[in-house]
């Protein structure tokens, strides 16, 4: 099958499928004995972040996030771990290069799977769990570069739609990396302290010191980026409040400046006997000149009060 590959060294076999298809995956479920359950969970749809203990192996599903360049959008993707002392199966979508990059490490360099084939399968799962925590810091810092953007040209152009979208991408995306990290330190936990004997889990201690701290280090990161994409969208509110204030400002007092003048002039419309400048020779210029002294008495008591400040 073209979506399964092997890989084994020292009475260590790891099995990665890509792209997987229920075909290949019952043949795996016949000939590793694995419950209908999970392979049902292993076929292309998102399942919680989860810890499962078997008879003869451990099942865990994990989320990583998955940069789109496209749309510049993070979304995620899940990997799936089939553990015991001496197999690992991983299924995964093959939108993470970094567990096929390890694989064909270990496929074209002898001393790399002799450093990794060794002890338990748990010893290949942890370095991928490492390695694939490692590729998220990129992605962090990418959307780090991102807010120092928005944040730069934040009071330097004036708010528009372009701006609220680009603000409200980047929310989204900290949400997506946050829902996709959230469940990594319960898996971790529960493989640590349920794991049995046939791991060997006190030989890789290290390893599960450097990923606690890599997810340590991750979600304080999530939680600094939360805080300022947050920051950044109430700070583009009041930007825009504050604008449609001046705005309303402006209007407001266009409209009571205008609304004396068209009384003036409705009231010199009437056609009576004894309406004043009327059927005077300069009239047009006098009622002219009452309205305009009307103007400039309204912006002055608007300018007394401060209202135009």
Known sequence: MKNVNELQNNSILWVNVTQPEEKSLRALQKRFQLDNQEIQESLPSFQ???????????????????????????????V?????????????????????????????????????FTGT??????????????????????????INSVDKILFTKTPDRKMAEEILRLKTNVVNFRRSMQGHKIVLDHIISRGGRDLDLSSYQQYMNICRDHLTDIWHTL???????????????????????????????????????????????????????????????????ITLVGALAMLVVFKTKKWMD
């Open 48 to 78: 919680r972040p989860k810890f499962v203990k078997r008879e003869s192996y451990y099942f865990l599903v994990l989320h990583f996030p998955v940069f789109d360049r496209a749309t510049r959008r993070l979304g995620f993707t899940e």
């Open 80 to 116: 799936d771990f089939f553990l015991n002392g001496s197999s690992l199966i991983t299924v995964h979508d093959n939108s993470l290069p970094v567990i096929n990059e390890f694989f064909n490490e270990c496929q074209k360099k002898g001393d790399s799977k002799n450093r990794y």
């Open 121 to 146: 399968a748990a010893h290949i799962f942890f370095e991928i769990l490492n390695r694939l925590l490692e590729s998220t810091f990129p992605i962090l810092l990418h959307i780090n570069d991102d």
């Open 223 to 289: 939680e600094s980026q939360k805080e300022s994409a947050d920051a950044l969208d109430e700070t583009n509110e009041s930007v825009v409040g504050l604008r449609m204030n001046e705005i309303m400002k402006t209007l407001t007092i266009i409209s009571v400046t205008t609304f004396p003048l068209t009384l003036i002039a409705t009231i010199f419309a009437i056609h009576a006997g004894s309406t004043p400048f009327v059927n005077h020779p300069y009239g047009f210029w006098i009622i002219s000149f």
